[in-house]
């Protein structure tokens, strides 16, 4: 009897420490340990994983996930899903360099390049809010076509010959001897910090959670849902074409072949760092913390030598835990 009482006095416990932390802060929690017991693992194997050029090197990689990340947080905060940015990422990073390779002035032509992922983003609402269709199919679509549209227009080869001004946005930077710091870089955290305040503390931001954790009391209430969700989709395609800038920039050419798997990458980012794809939660913080444990994962794998084949099954594999446990936490708190 006594260790009975003993037990449930534990349980009790366990179940007041989760009533104590929110969802989300036991979520983004965990994602940090692991991201330090992780670093700390491969550092241990692979002295230069922690070292700055290395870090540079993954910087690099992930920084138009990283942008692209902060769209899909709000997306999914609404209950959506936007696939599209795979396409409208190199779709941006070609129409700038066709733009520039015209004689465009390089801020007409981010830009022109910029509204035009703000107007994809809006096809994306426009098809789901008209036709009931749901963001994951009509994203899908858009998505095939832009992948078609990409190679019609580039004709399968690069584009490529850009003004070397245009290398500033993504190449130049502030130079620590062996770690440059890109503009790009600042571009993005500037990006972060604006929507992860204006998430917490802007009434029409957090909107988005509302709208997602129930859309209908949200209807009830007033809120021109279809609406906001144009501005959802168009925030995210822009973000896209951001990314594409920059990579354009970075490389200083644009092909088709940019973007495989990467809305893929961006989704899992976001959901291992605490959103919900049923909508109504998720945070700038824990999707940045995403990007930054898969853009580890990534470049662990490089280091080590194991088949890149590898990559996408630990990335599944964690984004299948992390929903898991998410249900596993909300449950728990519910009991």
């Known amino acids: 009897m006594h260790d009975m009482q003993i037990l449930k ?20 929690g965990g994602l940090a340990l692991a991201i330090v017991v992780f670093a700390i693992i491969v550092q241990m194997n692979f002295p230069v994983f922690l070292s700055l050029p290395n870090i540079n090197v993954m910087i690099v990689n992930f920084l138009p996930e990283a942008i692209i990340a902060l769209g899909m947080t709000i997306v999914i905060i609404t209950a959506g899903i936007d696939l599209s940015v795979a396409g409208i ?30 107007f994809i983003g ?23 076509i832009l992948r078609g549209v990409n190679i019609i227009i580039t004709g399968g080869s690069p584009v490529s010959g850009f003004p070397e001004t245009f290398a500033i946005v993504g190449q130049r930077g502030i130079d620590f001897g062996t770690f440059l710091l890109r503009y790009s870089v ?50 995210s395609g822009a973000l896209a074409a951001v990314a594409g800038v920059i990579v354009a920039s970075q490389f200083n050419a644009a092909s088709n072949s940019y973007g495989q798997n990467l809305e893929l990458r961006v989704i899992t980012a976001v959901v ?52 898991l446990m998410g249900e596993v936490l909300k449950r728990r708190r519910a009991n």
């Open 9 to 28: 006095s534990k349980q009790s416990d366990g179940a007041g420490l989760l009533q104590r932390f929110s969802l989300e802060t036991l979520q983004i």
């Open 89 to 118: 990422y190199p779709f941006s990073a070609i129409i700038v360099g066709l733009l520039l390779l015209a004689g465009a002035p390089i801020p007409l032509a981010i830009i022109i390049t910029l509204a035009a992922g703000a």
């Open 122 to 144: 809006a096809i994306n609402a426009f098809i789901s809010n008209t036709f009931r269709v749901h963001p994951f199919i009509a994203t899908l679509a858009i998505l095939l």
């Open 186 to 235: 600042f571009i993005w955290l500037a990006l972060a910090l604006l929507i992860g305040y204006l998430l917490r503390n802007h009434r029409f931001w957090r909107l988005s959670y509302f709208i997602g954790g129930n859309r209908r009391s949200a209807r009830m209430s007033g809120v021109n849902v279809e609406r906001y969700l144009y501005f959802v989709y168009m925030l």
């Open 272 to 323: 291992i760092g605490g959103a919900d794809l049923n909508g109504g939660a998720g945070s700038v913080l824990g999707s940045m913390l995403g990007v930054l444990f898969i853009a580890m994962i990534y470049n662990a794998f490089a280091m080590s030598g194991i088949s890149t084949y590898w990559q996408d099954v630990v990335v599944g594999a964690m984004l299948l835990a992390s929903i």
